[in-house]
């Protein structure tokens, strides 16, 4: 034991502690993926079970005034809703992409027959040349929209501030409908399926992700590392202890502490796979 006394000297005490920190900190980031993990699941199998129920009118869920709770009991619901399209009130949700191409969402409220409003994401719009926004018009008339219903306050980015006077209106409904098809269809997107749009076209956005994502993987990355750390560190030491035998206590009047020198090359060498 004499000849590892110099792993007791402060320099050695603070790498000691810097690799417990390090392996500790590795070993929480793989748990909290794990954490991420199991939530992706639970909320994957939310959307499925919300979207297997039957679809119904949104006024049947939402009405004016309803709280938080109503909200997240019914987001991923499919419902619809019919009425006209309140076109001046449209709303641009900006910093939004779809397929790699950067652009916005087009928000407009829809009167429905109770005379209550609710906000239908219509669908993302790529910018102009000029770096504007389009807002094609939606259909004319009498609109039947089915979509999932869907909480505003979950839709992050700037959407909060972008809504932020829409969504004071007392007679909108709390949650958003997010529109997978129209009757009649929205003009844009029929032009742009006809494969001639005549102006700016205007895609329906995808269906809630359904995949794990890589947190699994990511938490496992993060346990080999911790154990890396964790059997590495003491193989070091070892092998530095071998190295320098009975001279270490002789080599307390030099102009550093040689053990310093040995830890950086055997990190080195166990880094480029040395033995």
Known sequence: MARARFLLRPRWLLSHLLVALLAVTMVNLGFWQLRRLDEKRDRNALVEARMDEPTVPVEDLLAPGDGDAAVDGTRFREVTASGTYDVDATVVVRNRSQDGAPGAWLVTPLTLSTGDRVAVIRGFTGFAADGSVPQPDPAAGSVTVTGLVVDPDRLGGTAGRDLSALRAADDLLPGFVQAKSSDPEEP?????????????????????????????????????FATIAAVGYPIILRRVVVRRGKEVDDAEGGDGDPGGDDLDREIEGLLRGGT
């Open 188 to 224: 844009a997107m029929a032009a742009a399926a006809s494969g001639a749009p005549e102006g700016p076209e205007l895609l329906a956005l995808p269906a809630p992700e359904l995949s794990e994502g890589p947190h699994l993987g990511y938490a496992v990355q993060w346990f080999i």
